[in-house]
């Protein structure tokens, strides 16, 4: 459960936030881009390909995803419109 919230938080945050250093983009922007923005299924795919290898600990890492994945969908689907609204109002986009 900490391995997965670090996942939705600390891991994934802080190299988009550097990754948008000059960019022009607020600081709002870059956290509202660190929490919404880039995922994808690689971390599913690469599950299954643990898990097919039958590697030692491939259980664990297959949990740790799984409990990712089913946070990260709750947590940010939760998030969504709460935030979105309040992201749009601080940037002057209207909501």
Do not use: C, N
Request: glycine share 12%; net charge positive; no cysteine.
């Amino acid at each position: 459960m900490v391995y997965a919230a670090l996942s939705l938080t600390v891991v994934r945050m802080v190299p988009v936030f550097l990754s948008l250093t000059g960019s022009g983009v607020s600081t709002h922007g870059k956290l509202f881009i660190g929490w919404f923005g880039p995922r994808g299924l690689a971390s599913i795919v690469f599950s299954i390909i643990v898990a097919q290898a039958e590697l030692p600990g491939g259980d664990v890492i297959s949990l740790a995803v799984a409990v990712t994945v089913i946070m990260s969908v709750i947590a940010h689907g939760i998030s969504a419109t709460p935030l979105s609204e309040r992201f749009a109002r601080r940037e002057g986009t209207g909501a």
